[in-house]
């Protein structure tokens, strides 16, 4: 079991930045993918961003290079650095951690972008 607690959301400007945090509260380098997913009401969860224990990651192609996912095992946290937001961007966004098949989940925090 990990508790991953989100944070950094709130409201931004279009053309803006933000940087999310997730805080596991143990040692996150047994976990081998750790993501960032993005769900808006009436749609699915989506995928934006994943890191794996070795480094390799993986965007959503929507996002035109302006983010970026790192872990920092020493911390146990991974961040999203958001750039250049769009409206569109608006979301709650959630943490995961996956160990073998089974994931784990923040409470998510809210993301929101002005026009």
């Known amino acids: 079991q990990v508790q991953l607690v989100e944070s950094g959301g709130g409201l931004v400007q279009a053309g803006g930045s933000l940087r999310l945090s997730c805080a596991a509260s143990?040692?996150?380098?047994?976990?081998?993918?750790m993501g960032w997913y993005r769900q808006t009401p009436g749609r699915q969860r989506e995928l934006v961003a994943a890191?794996?224990?070795?480094?390799?990651?993986n965007y959503a192609t929507s996002l035109e290079g302006r983010f970026t996912i790192s872990r920092i095992n020493a911390n146990n946290t991974v961040y999203l650095q958001m750039n250049s937001l769009k409206p569109e961007d608006t979301a709650v966004y959630y943490c995961?951690?996956?160990?073998?098949?089974?994931?784990?989940w923040g409470q998510g925090t809210q993301v929101t972008v002005s026009s």
């Open positions: 995961t951690a996956t160990w073998l098949t089974k994931s784990f």
């Open positions: 143990r040692n996150i380098f047994n976990f081998h993918v």
């Open positions: 890191i794996t224990i070795s480094g390799s990651t």
